[in-house]
């Protein structure tokens, strides 16, 4: 991540040339700077915004830093932070999904009546409404594909069928399934012993800092030099630091609860998918320019589908968690600030709006800035007009940093 | 106008084409167009706008199938409709767009579409490193300047873009590589940076180019043949192995107003 040996050619080449060598100097410093916050350190700003609302919400209330309200706040944002994953993975295509939220409604609820009405198992319950969501994310990934509908718009139509279905799905009387005493209820209420915990917690590090020993080491055998302090030491450090702060944090409480067990197991299995693999590389290809993927051979339409079902499919996973913690579904699932909150947090954890730019940790980082912000507001008992203004403000910050970021670096030829 | 010889017609031609037609509605984009290509050969496409290059382009990459007339290569017919038919007989293509992804980097640019990935018992993963190690074989050999192969391709300059778009074509090990407007989004400079790196792509590779290019001084200065194209007709074909075409003589062609 240096431009000191770019030619000065190249300099004038990609911005407006500069009348004395002094600016073109601060010019591309700038640039440097920008580059760096729009790439590799794209993850800085989210963590500092989310600095800065813990410091504001624990001098305001010394019980937002407890161990109960962290464990709160962590079961908290999982359902936003699964469903952003979803939203990760169209926002990398440059597509959106608005159906996302009516989608975790509609799948939880068919869900609660296989297993409650239908005795179907917890377990095969779980899977159905999976398959259902993935099934209408894969629909609609047909439709925007072969069609070449514009995806908001057939996702916003797929929104109201699926919030039609959810009323069509739940039983006319009272319009609502409870879940207490189920399987499904038992998701939520399961905490990790804490051996487990630290047990998956070193796993989850050792497996890490091996993986990159093993991409320095293949680099060097082929006298590519890398720094083994910038690619594994900081990087394990860092992420080792977090991970067993949080689950000392979680283990002082109740454990680790399950559903952040379930996430973090999504986030380090799409993280490999989409840093390692052919088809995550793909991704991002696609994302930032579908006619050179196109003539690389790249299957352009199967990508997306493929991400509008993943998307489906993590709505449907997030909904079941979300009536897993309420014990139950209503009319009311799927709506309300779920799918705000859901498309937020991946913007503000730094996902483009513009396609090609991203990770499946902006989802967390997101998830993490809007349910602080949520769970704080609460916790010092502002009112619910409060926390709109506050998380809608933050997401148009977000996405104006991300308007600014894109036309300001390297990727604003990509999306011109 | 034209002065085929000897020396031209010795060598067996690696693509071929016979009279070549190639129709848009009713409209002739294309009238029967011969074209030969011997390999190693540079062979130069020149004409006015509508002429018929990019249509020429397009039949010979497969992105758009001929309607008429016969294409072979290495001495067999064959057919070109898709873009995979072309790069499956070893005909690369440098897009005049070039193609790029900027917010990948130059290794992840140069094998986009043909990564090279461990099995999938050892997780699928993307080989980086070899990737790497065969990008700057690759570099090297071109004699590219490329500052960095891990910066995003939309940080690098239009000269750096092209010669990273040239190198991805030689990866596969072309027969013939066709070139679409090359120098034409470059200054001075680079367009000569590129012009060596095409010599270098017939020397080191030993593949044929194909070179599409309004740009009648680059032309002039690297083909061993120019093709005149004229409202879908070829109008004149000039032999340049000894670099003594006149510009006067190209230009004469390509707007049908013979010199003084």
């Given at each position: 991540m240096t431009t000191s040996n770019q030619s000065p050619a190249a300099v004038a080449a990609t911005s407006s040339p500069p009348p004395v060598a002094r600016v073109e100097g601060r010019q591309s410093r700038r640039r440097q700077v920008l580059d760096a916050i729009a790439g590799r350190y794209r993850f800085v700003p989210v963590v500092l915004m989310l600095a800065v609302i813990w410091?504001?919400?624990?001098?305001?209330?010394?019980?937002?830093?407890?161990?109960?309200?962290?464990?709160?706040?962590?079961?908290?944002?999982v359902v936003t932070a699964t469903i952003a994953l979803g939203i990760v993975f169209v926002l990398l295509l440059a597509e959106i999904d608005l159906s996302v939220a009516a989608n975790s409604g509609a799948a939880a609820a068919l869900t609660a009546i296989l297993v409650v009405n239908h005795s179907w198992p917890a377990w095969l319950g779980l899977l159905a409404g999976i398959a259902a969501g993935a099934a209408v994310g894969?629909?609609?990934?047909?439709?925007?594909?072969?069609?070449?509908?514009?995806?908001?718009?057939?996702?916003?139509?797929?929104?109201?069928?699926?919030?039609?279905?959810?009323?069509?799905?739940?039983?006319?009387?009272?319009?609502?399934?409870?879940?207490?005493?189920?399987?499904?209820?038992?998701?939520?209420?399961?905490?990790?012993?804490?051996?487990?915990?630290?047990?998956?917690?070193?796993?989850?590090?050792?497996?890490?800092?091996?993986?990159?020993?093993?991409?320095?080491?293949?680099?060097?055998?082929?006298?590519?030099g890398m720094s083994l302090v910038r690619e594994v030491v900081a990087p394990g450090i860092l992420v080792g630091a977090a991970?067993?702060?949080?689950?000392?944090?979680?283990?002082?409480?109740?454990?680790v609860p399950l559903p952040v067990v379930i996430l973090f197991a999504l986030l380090i299995v799409f993280s490999y998918i989409t840093t390692?693999?052919?088809?995550?590389?793909?991704?991002?290809?696609?994302?930032?320019?579908?006619?050179?993927?196109?003539?690389?051979?790249?299957?352009?339409?199967?990508?997306?589908?493929i991400a509008f079902s993943?998307?489906?499919?993590?709505?449907?996973?997030?909904?079941?968690?979300?009536?897993?913690?309420?014990?139950?579904?209503?009319?009311?699932?799927?709506?309300?600030?779920?799918?705000?909150?859901?498309?937020?947090?991946?913007?503000?954890?730094g996902t483009s709006l513009f396609g090609g730019r991203g990770s499946v940790w902006d989802a967390l980082l997101g998830a993490l800035v809007i349910g602080s912000i949520s769970n704080g507001l609460d916790l010092i008992g502002a009112e619910t007009v409060v926390k709109y203004v506050a998380e809608g403000s933050i997401l148009v910050l977000a996405a104006t940093v991300d308007s600014i970021l894109t036309r300001g670096s390297v990727f604003a030829r990509a999306t011109k | 106008m034209s002065k085929e010889t000897a020396a031209v017609t010795t060598a067996a031609p690696l693509l071929e084409l016979r009279q070549v037609v190639k129709l848009f509605g009713g409209v002739h984009a294309l009238e029967g167009i011969d074209l030969s290509v011997r390999p190693a050969?540079?062979?130069?496409?020149?004409?006015?706008?509508?002429?018929?290059?990019?249509?020429?382009?397009?039949?010979?990459?497969?992105?758009?199938?001929?309607?008429?007339?016969?294409?072979?290569?290495?001495?067999?017919?064959?057919?070109?409709?898709?873009?995979?038919?072309?790069?499956?007989?070893?005909?690369?293509?440098?897009?005049?767009?070039?193609?790029?992804?900027d917010n990948l980097d130059t290794v992840q640019n140069l094998f986009l579409g043909r990564e090279e990935t461990s099995s999938l018992l050892r997780g699928a993963r993307l080989r980086r490193a070899d990737m790497e190690h065969r990008a700057?074989?690759?570099?090297?050999?071109?004699?590219?300047?490329?500052?960095?192969?891990?910066?995003?391709v939309g940080r690098l300059s239009g000269g750096q873009r092209q010669s990273i778009a040239v190198c991805r074509s030689t990866l596969s090990n072309p027969r013939l590589v066709l070139m679409d407007e090359?120098?034409?989004?470059?200054?001075?400079?680079?367009?000569?940076?590129?012009?060596?790196?095409?010599?270098?792509?017939?020397?080191?590779?030993?593949?044929?180019i194909v070179l599409i290019s309004h740009a009648l001084r680059d032309v002039l200065e690297v083909a061993d043949r120019i093709v005149v194209l004229r409202l879908g007709n070829k109008v004149a074909e000039f032999d340049n192995s000894d670099r003594t075409t006149s510009s006067d003589q190209l230009v004469a062609a390509i707007t049908g107003i013979s010199a003084p």
């Open positions: 410091a504001f919400f624990t001098a305001q209330d010394s019980a937002f830093m407890g161990n109960r309200n962290i464990t709160n706040l962590l079961v908290q944002i894969l629909i609609q990934g047909a439709v925007v594909t072969q069609f070449g509908v514009p995806s908001f718009v057939v996702t916003l139509g797929a929104q109201l069928m699926l919030l039609g279905a959810i009323l069509v799905l739940l039983p006319g009387g009272t319009g609502q399934v409870s879940l207490f005493g189920t399987g499904i209820a038992t998701l939520s209420s399961t905490y990790l012993p804490p051996a487990l915990g630290w047990a998956l917690t070193a796993a989850g590090i050792v497996a890490f800092v091996l993986l990159r020993l093993l991409a320095l080491g293949e680099s060097r055998r082929r006298g590519i991970s067993i702060t949080a689950v000392a944090v979680l283990n002082s409480y109740l454990g390692q693999t052919r088809f995550g590389l793909h991704l991002y290809a696609v994302g930032a320019n579908p006619d050179a993927a196109r003539r690389a051979g790249i299957p352009v339409a199967r990508a997306k589908m993943l998307a489906g499919a993590l709505a449907a996973l997030g909904g079941i968690l979300a009536a897993s913690r309420l014990l139950g579904v209503s009319a009311s699932s799927g709506t309300g600030t779920v799918l705000l909150e859901s498309i937020a947090a991946a913007v503000i954890g | 050969e540079i062979v130069a496409v020149v004409g006015d706008n509508g002429a018929g290059k990019s249509t020429l382009m397009k039949i010979i990459s497969g992105l758009q199938p001929a309607d008429g007339g016969e294409i072979r290569f290495d001495g067999k017919t064959v057919e070109l409709r898709r873009p995979v038919d072309s790069t499956a007989l070893g005909i690369e293509t440098v897009y005049q767009d070039l193609a790029l992804c700057q074989e690759t570099i090297r050999r071109l004699g590219a300047k490329i500052p960095s192969l891990r910066t995003p090359p120098t034409a989004a470059l200054g001075v400079e680079q367009s000569t940076g590129v012009l060596d790196l095409i010599r270098r792509l017939r020397t080191e590779h030993g593949c044929a």
